[in-house]
């Protein structure tokens, strides 16, 4: 499975992000997925990113997270592990692989993996910005990094401004 991300990943774009600018609060902006019912409005994987940090090196991620189910947000704190490819595996409604695709001005991106409980493998987009704004540039660059991943533009969903969970 990280064989595949990893192949999307150098695909997409030669990220250089710096892990250790990471750390702090971040909300979520905007997310795709191959399977959208994973991130629509009230799915399992309609992550609604609080905060993350990072252990010294990085070696390790903690994220913390809201997932609203039927108006109820539920809040949530995974560990990412990172492996010798930069790729951050942590368990959450399956495995999840992840990666930093790109990082500027206050936004990052992720590509993502998730392997279901069955064995389903969906691809996952997320972007997400220190304050809770999206400009269209920002948008318009997630959306075609998220293109190059295979996800169709039109599984791209624009969250900021709809996430109600407590800050």
């Not at 993996?113 to 660059?141: K, M, P």
Request: include cysteine; glycine fraction near 8%; charge should be negative.
């Amino acid at each position: 499975m990280k064989a595949l991300l990893l192949a999307l990943v150098v695909g997409v774009a030669c990220a250089d992000v710096d892990p250790t600018q990471v750390s702090g609060p971040w909300r979520t902006v905007a997310i795709a997925s191959d399977n959208p019912a994973l991130t629509a409005d009230g799915g399992p994987l309609r992550v609604l990113l609080r905060n993350i940090q990072c252990d010294e090196g990085c070696n390790a991620l903690t994220i913390t997270f809201f997932v609203r189910e039927n108006g109820v947000c539920t809040l949530h704190t995974v560990v990412a592990q990172r492996n010798a490819d930069d790729v951050y595996a942590t368990d959450f409604e399956g495995q999840n692989y992840f990666k930093f695709l790109e990082q500027d001005n206050g936004h990052i991106v992720f590509l993502g993996q998730n392997v279901g409980a069955d064995g389903t493998v969906s691809r996952i987009t997320l972007a997400a910005a220190r304050d809770q704004e999206l400009s269209d540039e920002h948008l318009a660059r997630f959306t075609a990094l998220t293109e190059k991943t295979g996800i169709p533009r039109e599984n791209v969903d624009r969250v900021a401004g709809t996430d109600t969970c407590p800050q």
